[in-house]
């Protein structure tokens, strides 16, 4: 099984930014499309950024759409979530995922979707 760890959360200020990594134990980590997702307080797990195995193509959930940015480094086995311009709606546990196929679209954005997953991180924006 692939196993994820986060990194990189923490307390930031408004308007600040953030950069999230998750290290993947998996050799074949190109095989594998990757996507964050975030959970805040009293709320569902939600889709925030997909990227697919060779990193050509990238999706967006609307809110985040021009302030965050999904990127990987396949020699590195990981992925990175660079978050510009936060605000305390981006406050959350945020979550690493990986899915059994290199292909990723904008219908990928279940939970359902992926098989594996990391503990998460806590981003936590202050006004």
């Known amino acids: 099984q692939v196993q994820l760890v986060e990194s990189g959360g923490g307390l930031v200020q408004a308007g600040g930014s953030l950069r999230l990594s998750c290290a993947a134990s998996e050799r074949t980590f190109s095989t594998y499309a990757m996507g964050w997702f975030r959970q805040a307080p009293g709320k569902e797990r939600e889709f925030v950024a997909g990227i697919s195995g060779s990193g050509g193509f990238t999706y967006y959930a609307e809110s985040v759409k021009g302030r965050f940015t999904i990127s990987r480094d396949n020699a590195k086995n990981t992925v990175f979530l660079q978050m510009n311009n936060l605000n305390s709606e981006d406050t959350a546990v945020y979550y690493c995922?990986?899915?059994?196929?290199?292909?990723?679209?904008?219908?990928?954005?279940?939970?359902?979707?992926?098989?594996?997953w990391g503990q998460g991180t806590q981003v936590t924006v202050s006004s």
């Open positions: 995922a990986a899915r059994s196929s290199s292909y990723m679209s904008s219908v990928f954005r279940r939970i359902q979707h992926y098989d594996y």
